[in-house]
């Protein structure tokens, strides 16, 4: 069965660069989330999409920004990179907003 | 709002016994629960839900959880360990949908790491 796709795996930028993550849903999910995990951490949720509009938003910092595509991809924007921004960065889908997410692989971040 | 606790950061269990990992959760209404695993450079695998249905919630892999409203905990139980369960476990809630202005994100435990001993 298909599952999410995260686009890139791996990243590595330098402090104050830009970082742009992609996440292609589960054919027919319309709903989209983005959690963050720091090294040893659990998952914090930082924003969400459904429909292509913005349906929630966490603990997102305002340097990123998100938005979801009429094909119901995403991608996170991030900008002013700091080292702390280095995480693993999970997209989940869903269809319909109240059903199971599920998460793709993620994209390691490193900021050096 | 709504909170995971998750007892014992490290698990460790020989090959064939229990496991047990527990959860407890703390939410104004009764949540949906979530048993999420995660093998090391992987993402978070589904192992099994709660969505106020039947409170015994039988999972992938062997995996069941009972939840227990009067406990408040959704602990999650495999009768004989496997190697291959080595791996990083994180118990999740959520409100149902709207209720207190939830979007359906999901609040995680700090995850608890089981290691399998031969």
């Known amino acids: 069965a298909a599952g999410v796709i995260q686009s890139p795996r791996h990243l590595i930028k330098e402090k104050r660069e830009t970082a742009t993550l992609k996440c292609y849903p589960i054919p027919r999910h319309d709903t989209v989330y983005w959690y963050q995990q720091g090294p040893g951490q659990d998952p914090q949720f930082l924003i969400s999409f459904y429909e292509k509009m913005q349906s929630d938003k966490g603990s997102i910092p305002d340097r990123f920004s998100a938005q979801q595509f009429s094909d119901y991809h995403s991608e996170l924007n991030m900008s002013s990179l700091e080292l702390g921004d280095s995480a693993l960065y999970f997209c989940?889908?869903?269809?319909?907003?109240?059903?199971?997410?599920?998460f793709g692989p993620g994209t390691r971040l490193t900021v050096l | 709002a709504q909170s995971v606790t998750q007892l014992g950061s490290h698990v460790s269990v020989s090959e064939g016994a229990l496991v047990l990992l527990r959860c407890n959760y703390s939410?104004?209404?009764?949540?949906?629960l979530f048993w999420y695993v995660q093998y090391p450079n992987q993402g978070l695998q589904l192992l099994l839900k709660?969505?106020?249905?039947?409170?015994l919630v039988k999972g992938i892999n062997g995996f069941e959880a009972e939840f227990k409203k009067s406990e408040t905990s959704f602990h999650l139980t495999k009768p004989s360990a496997h190697m291959s369960d080595a791996a990083e476990y994180f118990c999740?809630?959520?409100?149902?949908?709207?209720?207190?202005?939830?979007?359906?994100?999901?609040?995680f435990g700090k995850g608890t790491k089981l290691s399998v001993k031969p």
């Open positions: 939410s104004s209404v009764p949540p949906y």
């Open positions: 709660y969505t106020s249905a039947a409170t």
């Open positions: 999740a809630v959520r409100l149902p949908m709207n209720y207190g202005g939830s979007q359906g994100n999901l609040i």
């Open positions: 989940a889908s869903s269809l319909d907003v109240p059903d199971t997410q599920y």
